[in-house]
């Protein structure tokens, strides 16, 4: 039997996927939800601070590229949101 290799996966967003990004960042202002999850995140790492999980490097990795996904986010959707919903 040869050396069959795995099927290529396609990396594409289905519509419904989209749709439902697009409704979020029309619902979210993305600059308050990354302000939002940091101080979420602060104020985790002041009480919890002796008692990380040992994942925690993964972890803030994983938040460390959705805030730049969020940032991009902030960005694009400038003047979708009125000023004072951004950082209520």
Not at 4 to 17: F, I, R, T
Not at 21 to 36: A, C, D, H, I
Not at 50 to 58: A, E, K, N
Request: aromatic residues 8%.
């Amino acid at each position: 039997m040869k050396n069959q290799q795995p099927p290529k996966v396609v990396k594409a967003l289905s519509p419904d996927l989209r749709q439902d990004f697009l409704t979020f960042l029309e619902e979210v202002p993305p600059g308050r939800l990354n302000r939002t999850l940091r101080v979420l995140l602060l104020d985790y790492l002041m009480y919890n601070k002796t008692g990380l999980p040992h994942r925690f490097p993964i972890m803030m990795s994983d938040l460390c590229k959705l805030t730049e996904v969020l940032d991009t986010a902030q960005r694009d959707t400038q003047g979708w949101h009125k000023a004072d919903e951004e950082f209520e």
